[in-house]
């Protein structure tokens, strides 16, 4: 059966924010990514469109989920895929229940996102939050959301491992008052001299500004990558510098 | 004086690496990276493209230098541009002499990129040489091309600051027979405890596929970033990658 114009017109309204929030959804693409989404009991699918090929190949995984199968051609899967090239299988599914775990963030580490705007940088942020056993990742309101399909992509599956959750710093702080917090900023103490208690929050600021002023004054540890010779730059890559820090840290 | 035709399509084939290859030239746009560019004599300077604006404020840094000027309007810029957002001010310069500096190689860390494709993460490993002091950065042939205008604009300016030269693994070990040689794999030895005595050459592989396997078989220490708990990560990111392991090995 042709896909219909409806379907079509819903599954390509989630390439935007707006209705990926309305519909509380996101879209999974390409063979690796959906086969990890079909092997998590933990998400709830509601529609799979697949080539005829995936299918026949995939069918017994399908079948042990409860979920809408449409098979589709690569005309009509080209129609709703946000990638540049269409990859086989296509889901949309439910964004995951954000669960805090406050035992979890209590003692452990976790990262403070503050307004990361690029979409690839934030899912090389979850990709190293999973990667250093980091499981919640709190961020700013402004930040780039964490369904866009680039961060999807970019994040390797690790938006599904590790928990993301949109927090005021301010609120994040109320609720752990003891915790203590660092910051990445241009003068501090060397992240390989920072005073570490295996726990803690890491916050990593915008690309451009870095972090808010007031979350600084609000930070117990200010600490920095240091550089070496005469270079000139003013800072690393955001996730290139999440994980120098995490290394370090999680190292000693 | 408007644009002409012939020069709007002599910049405009610059994007394009054939040309960039053909003339020696490459692009660079910005206020920023156009000031650092003027700042720097070592870099020849065909023609410099401005707004009015821009160039009022900055004619005497211009003019400090011998470099062809045209004052141009916003329209025309955009045609010349390989930004979305035309940025007040393009440069066409000569690309930077090739010179390798064996002694400096001989007693310090270089990068080894292997068929690197992502022009964006091949910028950030510039930016990345720069903020450790390495001054050399060896790429195989199949490699982003370093003059790539994502390249430019990833690196933050690094590409001029940083000596990047296309070479054959082999042909790097052929010449420098006794430097100690690293590759980044799967199952290696902790990066925390790797035998370091601040030389070597530090390989990276391409994003899918790794260092090719006949360069991991002439290297002497494999090397790996341990992972912590269940993580189901294949990989970081090679720029997350490539920063953690400078930011451990510099540090001893």
């Known amino acids: 059966m042709p896909l219909s114009k409806n379907t079509e017109k819903y599954v ?3 390439s935007q924010k707006k ?6 959804r996101f879209i999974g693409e390409g063979d690796k990514l959906v086969k990890e989404i079909l092997s998590n009991e933990s998400i709830k699918i509601e529609i799979l469109f697949a080539l005829e090929e995936w299918y026949a190949e995939n069918e017994q995984l399908v079948k042990s989920r409860q979920s809408k199968v449409e ?4 005309k009509e899967l080209r129609k709703i895929s946000q ?7 296509l889901v949309v599914a439910e964004q995951l229940d954000v669960q805090l775990n406050p035992k979890d963030v209590q003692s452990s580490w976790s990262l403070y996102l503050d307004r990361i705007q690029d979409p690839g940088n934030m ?3 979850l990709r190293i939050a999973d990667w250093f056993d980091i499981r919640t990742v709190f961020y700013a309101p402004s930040s780039a959301e964490t369904y866009n399909p680039k961060v999807i992509q970019a994040s390797m599956g690790a938006f599904l491992r590790v928990q993301h959750i949109e927090m005021e710093f301010e609120d ?3 609720q752990f008052p003891d915790l203590p917090t660092y910051a990445t900023v241009m003068n501090g103490t060397s992240v390989h001299d920072a005073k570490n208690n295996q726990k803690g929050i890491i ?6 500004k870095g972090i808010a002023s007031e979350i600084i004054a609000k930070t117990d540890h200010k600490i920095t990558i240091p550089s070496y010779g005469k270079s000139k730059m003013e800072s690393l890559n955001v996730a290139v510098a999440a994980g120098i820090i995490c290394a370090v840290l ?3």
Do not use: A, D, W
């Open 172 to 174: 994040l702080q109320q």
């Open 123 to 125: 899912g090389t942020l």
């Open 83 to 89: 990638l540049k090239t269409p990859n086989q299988v």
């Open 203 to 208: 916050t990593l600021g915008n690309e451009g």
């Open 71 to 74: 098979i589709v051609s690569s």
């Open 12 to 14: 390509r309204s989630l």
């Open 19 to 24: 209705f990926r929030q309305l519909h509380n």
């Open 250 to 252: 999680k190292k000693k």
